[in-house]
């Protein structure tokens, strides 16, 4: 069965700093990659997808993650975070040649504080 | 705008009771799911449904069911509820297709005493 492992539970970063979660999952075919936000109050939304072509995809609001396919990662990062991205944020993951469920990691709390 | 809508926000029932969690979608997706999420556990896959009347179990189903009966309506069914199953639960649809992205609901947050 697949698994998506996020490294960190809860990170505190000031305003400004960079930022990088980690997401690993354990499947070894061909997969479709994803990273959910989740804010305060509201329903999860997508950041942003990779299922093919260039690694480095870009999503919304200042983010991208990097595919390496040979470490099984899709790390999300961002290089200047606002207090308004204070969120909870999963990675989740689907073999790519099929109609199959995201399987989701267990997700990294963020805090962005001034 | 696209929609999933969940029943109910908040929920409270009682231990053993039947309890009833409506989705509806609006954009005519194949695909439909419930998770529940629960802090430190992520999201987890109880249930979903490729087609109506069709079904398939995902990694906890044990406690509960789902309905299919129309394309844009998936329930989810506590048969006896207990208090291990206070969570939020999130429904979500997505076109039939491995690279598409889910739409979720709001969320119900339901409380078993």
């Known amino acids: 069965a697949q698994s998506v492992s996020q490294h960190n539970h809860h990170v505190i970063l000031s305003e400004a700093a960079s930022l990088e979660l980690g997401c690993n999952y354990s499947?070894?075919?061909?997969?479709?990659l994803f990273w959910y936000v989740q804010y305060p109050g509201q329903h999860l939304q997508l950041l942003l997808k990779?299922?093919?072509?260039?690694?480095l995809v870009k999503g919304i609001k200042g983010f991208e993650a990097e595919f390496i396919k040979s470490k099984f990662s899709f790390n999300l990062r961002k290089p200047s975070v606002q207090w308004s991205d204070t969120a909870e944020y999963f990675c989740?993951?689907?073999?790519?040649?099929?109609?199959?469920?995201?399987?989701f990691g267990k997700g990294t709390r963020l805090s962005v504080i001034a | 705008d696209v929609k999933v809508t969940q029943s109910s926000r908040y929920l409270v029932k009682r231990t053993g009771e039947k309890v009833f969690l409506e989705c509806v979608q609006d954009?005519?997706?194949?695909?439909m799911f419930w998770y529940r999420q629960d802090p430190g556990l992520g999201l987890r896959l109880i249930y979903f449904?490729?087609?109506?009347?069709?079904?398939e179990k995902g990694d906890i189903p044990e406690g509960y069911s789902v309905s299919r009966e129309k394309k844009e309506r998936f329930s989810l069914i506590l048969e006896s509820a207990s208090t291990n199953q206070t969570s939020m639960y999130l429904c979500?649809?997505?076109?039939?297709?491995?690279?598409?992205?889910?739409?979720f609901g709001s969320g119900t947050q339901l409380s078993v005493l």
């Open positions: 979500a649809s997505s076109l039939p297709r491995g690279g598409e992205k889910l739409f």
């Open positions: 499947y070894g075919g061909t997969v479709n």
């Open positions: 990779y299922f093919s072509g260039d690694p």
């Open positions: 989740a993951v689907n073999r790519g040649s099929g109609n199959t469920p995201l399987v």
């Open positions: 954009m005519d997706h194949e695909n």
């Open positions: 449904s490729y087609d109506v009347k069709m079904k």
